[in-house]
């Protein structure tokens, strides 16, 4: 009972991103990719928002990317994050080029910088969800 | 990257703000942003010597839950309405209301609007205990559904405090830089006796001040207030003959990054940069002829960027420009003169644009006028920090 209530959310993955938690669960990152423009997005939704084509497929992609920016959160919104602070949620800038807010694993908080590499890593939430984190690429 | 259009320059000076007032600002409990609204303009009904029979035009925006928000203000306020809507750009929304009153007062839809803007946040969510929890335990059900809560995203301080990040980064901009915003806006209102901070805050204060979401600190996020302000909006002929001497509507400009917050630069170039353009660009003026800014403080950097885009400094040079005390009355550019957001209260924006009508009426107190002031400039910045309005003010 008490699990239950200090778990974190759980993602609810809306249809049009079923395909992406669906990947993430086999641990792999995969974001739609435009058949008519060749290009990436994110989040998921139904048309490029690039070129508004309407075909696309699911492909996986490197995994590694850059901050692009980050915050450290010190307030606990949540009784969930009560444990973590003070965390950092990240903004990533895959090599592909989307960008995905994440956490930021395996490095303390106050050595995060923008630039820096990483590279995804799941955080297994139960048997049907996991959830893609980013940790300092090594060398 | 400028659209090539052309502002329309002949609605230049077409109309002025003729009343203007606020409601009870700060803690207000047991009474509805509504009610708060209809305070308001009442006051400014009184301010302007006018009667609510007297007003053909309601333009507001409800809160986000309100359905036709403006039908039940203009009930309370007991008229009809030749032209009426609720807008919903957010802190941006309030701006727009006094140009679309400014477009349909030109083209004969309506003569006089009155545009105003209500809020009960901090009855809300700080009242009482009750409030309280239930502001802190929001059921799942409110939260996004995926790609923010799972990795403990919440709220508009982390979404402000990205671009803070990127801007330190990029630029070398300090929390010294973003202390001296929060401490120049709270002189300010130690000078404003409606405002909600008494205590002076100094730049040792604002360091000490708990951490929230990094780089920002308590002292780095606006107030959560009760508050509403309104403003009366007529043609320039009508504002002749009136009370107050009239503020001429110079210029206004709109501009939203809707590819998002988190895409291109947005978050360090924000929609001021376009929306600025806009407005000088109908006024006739640039960043030079401007003698104060209110500008939409809802955390300290976003004062900073806003100040770079529109061009009072360089693009990575807000932080120098600050730090000269630029912003504080008897500065080169004094700023949020009514202690802002940060400091006196927090009304996504209305209140921005009571004080830039006041600063351009000249008639307060010398040690809270901005010395000859003719030209304002008042921003707008909302909708999920994309959505950017701006205006400018000038005396008759």
């Known amino acids: ?139 | 990257m400028i659209p090539d259009i052309t502002p329309a320059r002949e609605l230049r000076d077409t109309c002025a703000i003729v009343g203007t007032a606020t409601s009870r600002l700060g803690k207000v409990p047991g009474v509805s942003s509504l009610d708060l609204l209809v305070e308001a303009i009442r006051n400014a009904l009184d301010d302007a010597g006018l009667k609510a029979s007297d007003v053909d035009g309601v333009l507001c925006r409800g809160p986000d839950e309100s359905y036709s928000h403006h039908q039940l203000l203009a009930e309370r306020l007991g008229i009809n309405a030749r032209f009426s809507t609720t807008l919903t750009n957010g802190g941006a929304s309030q701006i727009m209301s006094v140009a679309l009153a400014v477009m349909a007062i030109r083209f004969g839809l309506a003569k006089t609007i009155v545009c105003g803007f209500g809020r009960d946040t901090w009855s809300r969510t700080h009242s009482s205990e009750e409030a309280r929890v239930r502001n802190e335990t929001r059921p799942e059900s409110m939260l996004a559904r995926e790609f923010g809560p799972e990795y403990g995203y919440f709220g508009a301080t982390a979404a402000h405090a990205f671009g803070a990040t990127r801007h330190m980064h990029l630029y070398g901009t300090t929390r010294d830089h973003f202390g001296e915003i929060a401490v120049a806006f709270r002189e300010h209102a130690l000078r404003n006796p409606d405002a909600s901070m008494k205590k002076p805050l100094s730049i040792s204060d604002y360091h000490a001040g708990r951490l929230i979401v990094a780089p920002f600190g308590m002292y780095d996020c606006s107030l959560r207030s009760d508050a509403a302000g309104a403003v009366i909006v007529t043609s320039a002929d009508r504002a002749k003959d009136m009370k107050q001497p009239p503020v001429l509507i110079k210029g206004f400009g709109f501009h939203n990054n809707t590819r998002g917050w988190f895409a291109d630069d947005n978050m360090v170039v924000t929609a001021a940069k376009q929306a600025g353009e806009a407005a000088y660009a109908m006024a006739g003026l640039g960043p030079r002829d401007v003698d104060t800014a209110q500008i939409y403080d809802c955390f300290t950097y976003m004062v900073l960027t806003q100040l770079e885009d529109y061009g009072f400094c360089k693009k990575g040079e807000g932080g120098d420009f600050v730090a000269s005390g630029a912003l504080r009355l008897g500065g080169a550019l004094p700023c949020n003169t009514s202690g802002g957001q940060l400091s006196e209260a927090h009304c996504e924006g209305m209140l921005q644009i009571v004080e830039g009508v006041r600063q351009m009426r000249h008639t307060y107190p010398e040690h809270r006028q901005v010395k000859d002031a003719e030209i304002a400039l008042i921003s707008g910045h909302g909708g999920n920090q994309v959505c950017h309005s701006t205006l400018i003010l000038g005396r008759a």
């Open chain 1, 1 to 139: 009972m008490m699990s239950e209530t200090i778990r974190k959310p759980k993602p609810r993955p809306a249809p049009e991103s079923l395909p992406y938690w669906q990947a993430a669960r086999d641990h792999r990152l995969a974001l739609p990719k435009c058949e008519s423009c060749d290009k990436f997005w994110f989040p998921p939704t139904r048309s490029c928002p690039h070129c508004l084509s309407m075909n696309f497929s699911f492909e996986n992609v490197s995994g590694k990317g850059k901050i692009f920016s980050f915050v450290t959160y010190h307030r606990v919104y949540r009784p969930a994050f009560e444990a973590d602070v003070p965390y950092v949620v990240a903004l990533v800038e895959l090599d592909e080029g989307p960008r995905l807010l994440t956490n930021i694993l395996g490095i303390p908080h106050d050595q995060v910088t923008c630039e820096m590499r990483v590279e995804v890593t799941f955080d297994d939430y139960d048997d049907e969800i996991s959830v893609p984190k980013f940790k300092p690429t090594k060398g």
